[in-house]
């Protein structure tokens, strides 16, 4: 299940970098390996065996750690961001200093110790979070209702049906998958449904309908569908034409189209702009809300007589684990991590992160407890942009600033995850140590495996990064810039794009703010800034028929218009299914993608090339 899993999540980081979170359907997908495992066994001729909540719960935890880890390995954002590729296309800061080919010698050391780390950090303050503060951590809450009713004899009814509805999904989306790469034998081929037109599609706006998008937009709120379908039509109907129409004015005429002094600048800089205000206001909301329910939960706390339940919970979490033989891991650990990283940053800049870290990484994970909604990824763009400028570009302030980020993200991620598991843990009354020692085997397959992916996907590709290629990461360029930003200034910028960008920046701190002040019923339809952005930065990036990352907008749409209309139709199925359906979509395409890149491991080629021709290609064979 691991590996199926970072494979999706490697995947899909390297040609959108939008991964939804997964910890609730992995508690039904575990239960449906688990159950496909012991049939197995059972007609092998091994004694029945139960499948206990315990083990459910503890193989859960260790798959979601070894995603978590995967999805912050960096291999779609800070670790592409150093790559020469990437340093290419910008035409400055792409010295030696300022570059690093990753290679797994210090990769899989680097990732084991910083999320070991950010296990170590947190684990001291888990019984306040969860039982002192009541925090309800949402997905945690939900997961572990969701395996307590798979084990429970009223449960088993509807369980079947899900279960039987999966392997339903999770084989049409298998099937899918293969008959979608048999497509892809050339270059520019592959199965895509052009059906708005030709200068629709040569803009990006067609339809490939891959199944782990379409399962993506069935989980993710209808608003961030539509933001991103908006962001995408704004920006290629009205943006782009109206700064491209200033060529030879604000940008020379003579430069390539991927030129970041030229219209690539603004399409890559406005929305990371954009990224960046919506980033900063929620941190500032986040980490206000955070002190406030501090004062109110200590201060106004109820003087209620525990529930039954609850103080089998409480009694069943009181494994001793000493802090201070967590102090002196995670001091260890720091030692470790600076020989390791010692080549691209300072071993003082590595201190000064681990000593703010468990701060930030507390008030993350409280904010987390509380909304559901991890900041890390927001702490580590700050963080770029701090000690890029901190060590500046003399002395290799690009690949320190993309360096700590990675760092950052990864002991966060992993800390709010943790507590965020634990909750799932306190509901299924799973011993403490199990849960430990289950997140640090997550840990251990998520660091060996999601490099081991990465490099399986990419073998022989030499354009990972590069527009309209086949994983063009977006997310490795705008990291990239981030961090070119700390280190120079605003030197880089195109003529007018730092203002802009400044518009743009506080225009989504004001839509922010606008949708926290109004009615909820009208906020609803207020666009999301940071989804808007990912839509603009799809059509910048994208240009390739077998790239999902210029389409994958409208995939998510379909998604999303096929579960509002299910739940217009059978709210009470949808509910119900939903949620399984969309598992299934995305884990079947995750297996295809498995099963598919070993087949090209092997150099199998797909039977058939696709491709949607040009007007001019269609003239030149007489069509």
Known sequence: MSTMLIFVIVNISITTGTVHPINTYVGIVTFLFMDIWMIGLTRMGVRNIAFTREEHTLIHIAVVTASTVAFNAGFGNYLLGMRPEIAKQFGGANTEQDINDPNMSWIIPFLFVANLSGSCLLIPLFKIMIVDLNLSYPSGTATGHLINNLHIPDGVTQTKKQVRVLKIFLLCSFLWGFLRWSFTRGVGCGLVLPIFGQEAYEHQFYLELSAAYIGIGMMCPHMINVSQLIGGILSTAILWPLIEAKKGDWYSSELKASSMYGLQGYKVFIPTATIFGDGIYNLVKVVGRTFFGLYNQYYKKSSGQLSFDKTCRVARFQYPIASGFL???????????????????????????????????????????QSNWSMASTYGRMAIIT?????????????????????VMNIMFTGSDMIQEFKTGYMTLTSLKNMFISQVIGVIIGSILSPFTY??????????????????????????????????????????????????????????????????????????????SIGVLAR?????????????????????????????????????????????????????TISTSLL?????????????????EMKKLGI
Request: with cysteine; charged share 10%.
């Open 540 to 592: 910048a990036i994208g240009g390739a028929p077998d790239s999902v990352a210029s389409n994958f907008v409208l995939d998510m749409c379909i998604g999303g218009l096929i579960i509002f209309i299910w739940q217009k139709i059978d709210g009470i199925s949808a509910d119900a299914f939903g949620s399984i359906v969309a598992s299934a979509l995305i884990c079947g395409e995750g297996l295809s």
């Open 600 to 616: 090209t491991f092997g150099r199998i080629k797909p039977p058939v090339c696709m491709k949607v021709l040009s007007k001019e």
């Open 387 to 407: 000690f890029s400028a901190w060590a500046g570009s003399s002395h290799g302030g690009v690949i320190a600033g993309l360096t700590a980020c990675g760092m």
């Open 455 to 532: 490099w399986l996907l990419c073998r022989g590709i030499q354009d990972v990064g590069i527009p309209g290629s086949t994983y063009p990461t977006p997310y490795g360029l705008i990291y990239r810039n981030m961090a070119i930003l700390g280190a120079n200034g605003f030197s880089h910028f195109p003529k007018h794009c730092l203002t802009l960008c400044l518009v743009f920046f506080f225009g989504a701190m004001i839509m922010n703010f606008i949708q926290d002040s109004v009615d909820q019923k009208w906020a609803k339809f207020i666009p999301n800034p940071m989804a808007m």
């Open 327 to 369: 102090v002196l891991i995670y001091i260890i650990f720091l030692v470790i991590i600076i020989v390791i990283v010692n080549h691209l940053l300072p071993w003082y800049h590595v201190g000064v992160i681990y000593i703010i870290t468990p701060i930030l990484a507390f008030c993350n994970a409280y904010g987390c407890g």
